[in-house]
């Protein structure tokens, strides 16, 4: 049940000591980069000054905007020599960030993925997919890496290719595999055109899903449909890419790892911290890294942390499933949306397929939210006109969540645009 018992299960006084321990190394490490030392100088912050864990709020906010400032190495706290490899973000929001990791880094990395791994049930005896790009995207060397630790026999796969994936699935017996959930429902209906049944024809026991938000709906979706049961796994790429909060078998929110960082909720726009249990943005310090040390970096990521303690027994703390990031939030005549409120509501209709996209447009003075929905195979006939009622069905469930009524499209399934990465939800044609 636990890859590392005493360090899963270490009581809160102890872990919070490790942490005290490793922040202030973690910030001295961290002076020895340009951006941390001048940093330091210009607040006139000595590493010395922190005596406590509350003391890390002596520490500015890092942002990804100082990342890209300061690209391609202004974050180094290591000579190049010492450094092994670089990732980088997938640049959802604008230029890829690159982080880059010594082997010690590497190794703890790996260390945490395993662990994550392990606490969902995966064994040596696994047959592991890893359905993640490889190369500079962290979700496929992360991943590989924790894999092979856990020792589990590895099919790189990459991304795509959707009827090679499935064929390698059923040729070696997969029993796990990792996956972004928008890309899992995609796939189940390629498995249908197969005319293959996960649940029969396939080994498929574990998915890790990762990468993008997505709602409880889309995972039980994903659960029913391959008969499995599917895992939330959060990261990014400036903590270290998947592995830094992952469900365990309760399925209850995410453990952070919180020996290998510092956890904090602040408002994003107070930037205090929120009581307890509140939501707010994720704020997160790494305890370890050592070629390119990064503290109180603002994820923009919304979520919150879930009070109490774990059936598992674990004492690193939890955060809920990630609603999405500050930046993702639509406004559309003063109501504030976030795409994975359509999400949800969108799964749970019948009849509602695997795919969705809201295309966002400017008629006159006024917004308008179109939400274009794939209808499922079974349902349709060949003629989108005789579901009429599915589609107000649609309008009337988003009305009662969003507030506004959006314009509602049903397409044929297929029909809509993939991406082998993280799903585009939002086309806003708004701005001139
Ligand atoms: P980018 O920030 O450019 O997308 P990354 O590849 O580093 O680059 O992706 C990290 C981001 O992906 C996170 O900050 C978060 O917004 C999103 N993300 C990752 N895992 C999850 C998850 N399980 N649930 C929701 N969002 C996630
Ligand atoms: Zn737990």
Known sequence: MYWEKDIETIPRE????????????SV???????????????????????????????IPFTTKDDLRDHWPYGFLAVPKDDLVRMHSSSGTTGRATVIFHTLNDINEWTNIVARSMY????????????IMTYGLFTGGLGFHYGAEKVGALIIPAGSGNSKRQIQLMQDFGTTAI???????????????????????DTQLA????????HSEK??????????????????????????????????????????????????????????????GELVMTTLLREGMPILRYRTKDLTRIIPGPCECGRTHRRIERIKGRTDDMLILKGVNIFPIQIEKKLMDIPGVGTNFLIVLEREGFNDLMIVKVEVQKEFFSGDLKQLEGLRRRIVEDLKSDILITPKVELVEPGTLPKSEGKAVRVIDNREE
């Not at 030392?37 to 002596?58: A, H, Q, W």
């Not at 606490?119 to 890893?130: A, E, H, I, L």
């Not at 928008?182 to 049944?197: I, K, N, P, R, T």
């Not at 574990?206 to 938000?213: N, T, V």
């Open 14 to 25: 102890k872990l919070e000591a490790l942490q005290l321990a490793r922040l202030k190394e």
């Open 28 to 58: 001295a490490k961290a002076s020895s980069s340009v951006f941390y030392g001048d940093l330091f100088r210009k607040i006139g912050l000595d590493p010395n000054d922190i005596t406590t864990l509350e003391d890390v709020r002596k």
């Open 119 to 130: 606490m969902t049930g995966m064994r040596r005896s696994d047959v592991f997919q890893n």
């Open 178 to 200: 990792h996956i972004i959930p928008s890309y899992a429902l995609h796939l189940s209906s390629v498995f249908e055109e197969m005319g293959v049944d996960p649940k029969s």
């Open 206 to 213: 574990i998915a890790f899903l990762g990468a993008e938000p």
């Open 218 to 279: 889309t995972r039980e979706k994903i659960e029913q449909f391959y008969g499995l049961k599917a895992y939330n796994s959060y990261g990014l790429s400036e903590m270290d890419g998947p592995g830094v909060a992952f469900e365990c078998p309760y399925q209850n929110g995410m453990h952070v790892w919180e020996d290998n960082f510092i956890l904090e909720v602040v408002d994003p726009d107070t930037l205090e911290p929120v009581a307890d249990g509140d939501g």
